[in-house]
């Protein structure tokens, strides 16, 4: 009852950039969405699945892994429920299939881990970045 779907994707060479939309709907997010933890994470040929940014709804509060502080900015636009991944100053070692997640028990949760995957219960089908040298 909760829809993700990322767009955005493309080939890019290193130094360019990427806008990647997640965009959110059903009726229990349109119900509960700012109580919801939203986050984007990655998976490259042959890795596992790895964190890279997080946002509270509400309070629009982020967390980011260390490799794209500074280069990523995650952030939400509350009319048109999505979520967005600016990605500058892009990489090779960005290449991967991003994944949009949302976690609707973020507001309540005692010990909260945005990083880890299995606190999201909402994953899209995901969108691929190749960023070439």
């Known amino acids: 009852q909760v829809q993700l779907v990322e767009s955005g994707g493309g080939l890019v060479q290193s130094g360019g950039s990427l806008r990647l939309s997640c965009a959110a709907s059903g009726r229990s997010f349109e119900i509960t969405y700012g109580s919801y933890g939203m986050a984007w994470f990655r998976q490259a040929p042959g890795k596992e699945r790895e964190f890279v940014a997080a946002l509270s709804w509400v309070s629009s509060s982020t967390d980011y892994t260390d490799s794209v502080k500074g280069r990523f900015t995650i952030s939400r636009d509350d009319v048109k429920k999505t979520v967005f991944l600016q990605m500058d100053s892009l990489k090779p070692e960005d290449t991967a299939v991003y994944y949009c997640?949302?976690?609707?028990?973020?507001?309540?949760?005692?010990?909260?881990?945005?990083?880890?995957?299995?606190?999201?219960?909402?994953w899209g089908q995901g969108t691929q970045v190749i960023v070439s040298s």
């Open positions: 997640a949302a976690d609707p028990f973020f507001k309540t949760r005692v010990n909260r881990r945005p990083a880890e995957a299995n606190q999201y219960s909402y």
